[in-house]
């Protein structure tokens, strides 16, 4: 496959095409880095910035792309938000509950003024492109200097000059485009076994009840040699774990296609099957997938791959084909279990996890039924269910209600079934041995460390003297667990479950594999 950034043919088709405006170019980072430098160099103190972050792995990617920056403007993490010069909260628009938390998060931050009078505060992310939210920041939390959308990071030198070399105390409320793509943005990596990867920003889909295309555009996708040019550095740091995200990761490359960038015949599956075989990555995810879109190609490169995750996460969202109609789904629930039928034939450990909406305007009891259907049908390892939440400017936000007592009901009868489902198919782990990636110590069971299956079960462990000296090759004290964690995050661990509760299992260590993946330290 030809994936270089010169292009094919002669065409210009490189990230930064002329027939590709929406493509931020590599003149215009530079000339942000360049502000950076001038901003560092301008620094008379040592200034510390603390970033909220909210939502999704979208979010807290690009947060790391913002503490990239920021750290290029010479400002070090601060211990917490009290402590910080400068404050943003990186905010979530998909339900209305994490618009109201978003808010009372920003007033909590007015009392620090008065201790911080040039403490800087700015809201990214989701919200920041619905404009009643601009407004009611205007009216109440006028203390706020800047707003800036997802698809302004790349410029947040640009952004901050301002107010971090002027002292300026303007507000500037109007975030910039949306439909942008910045490649190579600078980076701070926030875990050390796994690193998140955007191979692709914006939907086109339009689901009825859904933010997501306003509030980040329409879809635009990496070019395939810039994401491996991440892969093989994420490799060679010694990071384990890659999760590849993307509103629709398997809508990634059309429009590369259209404009001529990769092959015709050239998708996600390919896109995948190169990171798997990128040396030192030992697990590959991916999220999130749309079912109208997931291709018998991608699960056959799962099959193929072992270090391809044994899991999807596969939202349904209703059972019922005219909730889904009314959804602008693309699918059927024929067609949703024709998909869970050929995977699980082709990869037959594999666990599916999903979304499912309750309550959505004009849902019956027929309706709901479908998906309780579905549920038992299916079996799935977990579901992620949300009560319907309206969402300015979307096509269902104006649809009338469900009552909410019923839709209460409704949705306690399905949090019980996947709740019973969900232990049941712990059980069935319970006395196997699995590789496990660890990811620190466990904050919920004490003098234990934990991590994550290939199929994203979450496990508790401990690690016996025995294993320990095996692993350390001599026979002395085993370190403090904190120490344990530090030493072991990011390796791979034998674990076998012995406990199974509703949200994760509690196993012992078996074996802890030696490597020289060069596993970075705190």
């Not at 001038?38 to 979010?59: D, K, L, P, V």
């Not at 640009?158 to 070399?165: D, I, Q, S, T």
């Not at 774990?241 to 259209?258: T, Y």
């Not at 294993?467 to 667990?481: I, K, Q, T």
């Amino acid at each position: 496959m030809n994936w270089s950034e010169e292009g094919r043919s002669g065409v210009a088709t490189t990230a930064d095409s002329a027939h590709s405006p929406h493509r931020i170019s590599t003149d215009l980072l530079d000339e942000q880095r360049e502000i950076a430098a001038r901003i560092a160099a301008g620094q008379t103190e040592r200034r510390s910035y603390h970033i909220s972050t909210f939502g999704c792995q979208q979010n807290e990617h690009d947060s790391e792309h913002m503490a990239g920056h920021l750290e290029l403007m010479g400002l070090s993490p601060a211990d917490g938000v009290e402590s910080a010069d400068l404050v943003i909260l990186n905010t979530c628009a998909v339900r209305e509950n994490a618009a109201q938390r978003f808010l009372g998060h920003l007033g909590a931050l007015k009392p620090l003024l008065r201790n911080n009078p040039r403490l800087i505060v700015g809201v990214g992310g989701c919200l920041a492109m619905q404009p009643d939210i601009r407004e009611q920041i205007r009216r109440s939390f006028n203390f706020v200097r800047l707003i800036f959308s997802p698809n302004d990071i790349w410029r947040l030198p640009e952004l901050l000059a301002p107010y971090l070399l002027e002292n300026s105390t303007a507000r500037r409320y109007e975030p910039g485009e949306r439909d942008t793509l910045a490649e190579r943005q600078p980076t701070v990596r926030g875990q050390r076994f796994r690193a998140l990867c955007s191979i692709m920003t914006g939907c086109n889909n339009f689901c009825s009840y859904c933010i997501v295309p306003f509030a980040r555009g329409r879809e635009r996708s990496r070019h395939p040699e810039s994401i491996m040019r991440e892969i093989r550095d994420i490799a060679a740091r010694g990071i384990p774990e890659v999760m590849l995200l993307g509103q629709n990761v398997n809508s990634w490359g059309w429009d590369l296609r259209e404009e001529g960038i990769i092959a015709g015949t050239e998708s996600f599956a390919d896109l995948i099957a190169a990171v798997a075989s990128v040396p030192g990555i030992e697990r590959v995810r991916f999220m999130t997938s749309h079912p109208k879109d997931i291709s018998d190609e991608l699960i056959s490169v799962i099959a193929r791959h072992e270090n391809i995750e044994r899991h999807i996460h596969l939202p349904l969202q209703s059972g019922s084909d005219k909730i889904l109609r009314a959804m602008n789904r693309h699918y059927t629930a024929e067609r949703y279990m024709g998909i869970v039928r050929k995977a699980r034939e082709h990869i037959p450990d594999l666990a599916l996890t999903t979304d499912i909406i309750v309550g959505f305007p004009d849902e019956t009891e027929e309706d709901f039924a479908e998906t309780l259907r579905i549920v038992r049908e299916v079996r799935f390892s977990a579901a992620f269910m949300f009560i319907f939440s309206p969402r300015p400017g979307t096509a269902a936000a104006d649809l009338p209600p469900v009552a909410p007592d019923v839709v209460g009901e409704r949705f306690n009868r399905l949090l019980e079934l996947q709740n019973s489902i969900t232990l049941e198919e712990s059980e069935r782990l319970l006395g196997g041995e699995y590789r496990v990636i660890v990811e620190g110590v466990s904050g919920r069971e004490s003098g234990m460390l934990m991590g994550r299956m290939s199929d994203n079960h979450l496990v508790h462990f401990s690690v016996s003297d025995a294993v320990w000296a095996n692993y350390a090759g001599e026979v002395g004290r085993m370190p403090a667990v904190e120490d344990l964690g530090v030493q072991l995050t990011g390796r791979i661990v034998t674990v076998r479950p012995y406990e199974a509760r509703i949200f994760s299992l509690t196993g012992e260590a078996v074996e802890i594999e030696r490597n020289d993946r060069g596993i970075p330290s705190e």
